[in-house]
């Protein structure tokens, strides 16, 4: 579970668009993570490879390679470099830092990435669509949450004079 917290983080930190009335509901529950920079550090490299590994999935699921794609969905709900890296009291002191939102996102992230690697080995390319479609929208509630300032797009709307 910690692993799964951990991938969160890192799209989070590292790597999406809502209305209006959606922006400022989501500026109200904006938190702030503060992490030690060794744990940051960590924390990116993860989602360097997350990035990597979610740009490859439309690929494979548009040309079929579902050994591909299973691969890079398991690799993704396991984590690539965090399970193997943290030490004890960096697990603890992400589980103890981490808002439960951001838990409960990455849960769901490291959750949905497990039944992208199902249907990658059903060989059901509907559902991989939809599974990867379901990855990306976690993806995009967190960073809308929890890095904002990495991903400013997600901040609100900002009034612009009337234009054609």
């Given amino acids: 579970m910690i692993r799964n917290f951990i991938v969160c983080v890192l799209f989070v930190i590292i790597t999406s668009t809502s209305s209006v009335a959606g922006a400022e509901s989501v500026e109200r529950q904006v938190e702030t993570i503060?992490?030690?920079p060794e744990l940051l550090a960590l924390?990116?490299?993860?989602?360097?490879?997350i990035t990597i590994g979610v740009q490859k999935i439309p690929v494979a699921i548009a040309q079929g390679?579902?050994?591909?794609?299973?691969?890079?969905?398991?690799?993704?709900?396991?984590?690539?470099?965090?399970?193997?890296?943290?030490?004890k009291e960096q697990k603890q002191a992400l589980k103890s830092n981490l808002p439960a939102r951001f838990k409960q996102l990455d849960s769901a992230f490291h959750n949905r990435a497990g039944e992208l690697a199902h249907a990658a080995e059903a060989?059901?390319?509907?559902?991989?669509s939809y599974h990867y479609s379901r990855l990306i929208e976690s993806c995009a509630q967190c960073h809308s949450l929890y890095a904002r300032e990495k991903f400013p797009g997600f901040g609100p709307v900002e009034e612009q004079g009337h234009q054609h």
């Fill in 43 to 49: 924390l990116q490299a993860e989602m360097r490879e």
């Fill in 34 to 36: 503060t992490l030690e």
């Fill in 65 to 87: 390679d579902w050994e591909t794609l299973s691969q890079t969905s398991e690799s993704i709900r396991s984590s690539y470099i965090m399970a193997k890296s943290l030490t």
């Fill in 123 to 128: 060989r059901n390319f509907e559902l991989a």
